[in-house]
């Protein structure tokens, strides 16, 4: 899959089957997280990765926004450390996770963000981390709306030059 119809096409999916999804994918899906730019190379991320059914579970019970993790292959919980471009460089990390999986077939979305704390004891990630999301991922469940979205128009949210000078 090309890069612009994996942006154009990928979706956020809440409903996975119940299939692995395997291993060299998985890899790959964390290998586009850690070869992600980042500022001045700080990568200041962590990526754990739970495929554990029970574990899984409770990840679901501890995201108020994202109980359908318990369903999920597997999850990748992202903890950044406490610097300054932290929150972006994650962000661009977890997006990059995101399309990989995509032009793969696997699904996923973001759940939660800066929180909950209560993940840190349940993966033993320490006290100087926060955990910024959990990806869950999987083959989803329903066929999807063929990437079909919903999006203001071009010329509403890009400008040329200038503020209020549509870009066409």
Do not use: C
């Not at 108020?64 to 950044?80: E, F, K």
Request: aromatic share 8%; proline share 6%; hydrophobic share 45%.
């Amino acid at each position: 899959m090309e890069v612009f119809e994996a942006v154009s096409t990928v979706l956020a999916v809440r409903s996975y089957k119940d299939k692995p999804v395997p291993a060299d994918i998985v890899r790959r899906i964390v290998q586009a997280g850690r070869l992600t730019g980042s500022s001045m190379n700080g990568q200041p991320w962590q990526f754990i990765v739970v495929e554990n059914r029970d574990t899984l579970r409770q990840l679901g019970k501890l995201a108020r926004s994202g109980p359908y993790i318990a369903q999920a292959a597997l999850a990748i919980v992202v903890a950044i450390e406490r610097t300054e471009y932290a929150v972006s460089d994650a962000s661009r990390a977890i997006q990059s996770m995101i399309l990989t999986a995509w032009s793969d077939g696997i699904s996923s979305n973001w759940v939660g963000f800066l929180g909950p704390a209560e993940v840190k004891p349940l993966l033993g990630i320490p006290d100087r981390l926060d955990v910024l999301a959990i990806l869950p991922f999987g083959f989803p469940a329903h066929a999807l709306g063929g990437g079909k979205k919903q999006r203001k128009a071009l010329s509403k949210v890009a400008h040329r030059e200038r503020f209020e000078r549509p870009f066409e």
